[in-house]
């Protein structure tokens, strides 16, 4: 390791996660988007019929626990994309990215934080296992690019083999709509990202969220911007990395073809593989909203209704996703407070001293960690 590299000091130029969440947590926009979220899941609920979905609910039982399975090898291919935009002599182990994949995704599936917090603390937990600040940054702005982009060609890859199954143009518009919606906003993503993303975000977020926690991000955003330029000229780590996301994406065909025959509709895997493509692109287009609640389930009702899925069996795949959130966030956000006591309470590594015996080191300055 360079003897220049400081980790400590590194990460100190960058915000905490947890005071960022508190930030994001605190804000109008995520109470306002969350309880907008509420009312429309519940006008969903209500819409269709509470006992419809309980009897497709129960009809999935202990399905469900393998509907949460299914979901592991996604987290997994989308942690390896992840980790070949982290340079080589810095990689962490792929345990370790798939573990802070899975507690990004448990925080943006299970907290209001705009899809914002999740990526903030995936950075956080690379720069606290040895990567720099300015790669570790750099890795999350441009896996998220590639996330969307591989889902667009996906969504499109659907619709084009899938198109003479619609039974109706309406579900049809809305995809291309959403599509084109996503694909000028991930342009405008990208350019922005080659003019300086940390830049402007740290300005943003201090001026709309009001968050002085914001300042100390301010710090690195210079490096982390460079490395971002840096990272979209290696185009060997690109194509790699969106080989397996895209690779994520077809992965979770099967955790869409297995809920709707516990749900005692079964369909085939193209059938399968148009509703995941759909139903991801609208929860993705709602990401305003905390985990698409509400969006999600309208979205999924009315691509049922285009494919010849009754809405009781449509709403049902999405409150057994919802589920599976449950059963695979929870356990991700308790690992993540787990990590962050083990290193509150870590005691001082011991570090050789002028005499050669050993002698405490430095402590770190102390953070507030917990919520």
Do not use: C
């Not at 001082?348 to 507030?368: C, H, I, T, V, Y």
């Amino acid at each position: 390791m360079n003897p220049q590299h400081d980790p400590e000091q590194e990460r100190s130029g960058l915000a905490t996660p947890k005071s960022v969440l508190r930030s994001i947590l605190g804000s109008r926009a995520a109470y306002g988007s969350l309880a907008a979220g509420v009312l429309l899941f519940a006008a969903v609920i209500v819409w269709q019929g509470l006992d419809d979905v309980t009897v497709a609910l129960r009809r999935a039982g202990w399905g469900i626990l393998a509907v949460a399975l299914l979901h592991l090898p996604q987290v997994w291919a989308d942690a390896i994309g992840w980790r070949r935009l982290v340079p080589s002599g810095q990689q962490p182990p792929r345990r370790t990215m798939i573990w802070a994949r899975w507690i990004g995704e448990s925080i943006n599936d299970l907290l209001p934080v705009l899809q914002m917090g999740g990526n903030v603390v995936k950075a956080w937990l690379l720069a606290d296992r040895g990567v720099r600040v300015g790669p570790a940054g750099a890795s999350v702005v441009v896996d998220i690019t590639l996330v969307v982009l591989t889902q667009i060609l996906f969504t499109l890859f659907g619709v084009s083999l899938l198109v003479p199954s619609l039974r109706g143009g309406r579900a049809l518009l809305v995809v291309l709509v959403g599509a084109g919606i996503m694909t000028v906003l991930l342009a405008g993503f990208y350019a922005v990202q080659r003019r300086g993303f940390f830049g402007l975000l740290v300005r943003m977020s201090r001026r709309i969220l009001g968050a002085a926690e914001w300042a100390s991000f301010s710090d690195g955003a210079t490096t982390m911007d460079a490395d971002v330029l840096r990272l979209y000229g290696d185009r060997r780590a690109l194509i790699a990395s969106g080989s397996w996301h895209m690779l994520a994406w077809f992965v979770g065909i099967a955790e869409v073809w297995f809920a709707l025959r516990i749900l005692g509709h079964p369909v085939d895997v193209w059938t399968a593989l148009l509703f995941e493509s759909l139903g991801q692109a609208i929860r993705t287009g709602a990401f305003a909203v905390p985990g698409a609640l509400g969006i999600q389930e309208g979205g999924y009702v009315l691509v049922g209704s285009a494919l010849g899925i009754e809405p009781g069996v449509a709403l049902g795949l999405s409150l057994v996703r919802r589920v599976r959130e449950l059963l695979l966030g929870v356990p991700g956000l308790a690992s993540w407070q787990a990590s962050t006591m083990r290193r509150a309470f870590r005691q001082p590594a011991m570090e050789p001293g002028a005499d050669g015996q050993g002698q405490a080191a430095p402590p770190s300055p102390p953070r507030k960690e917990m919520l």
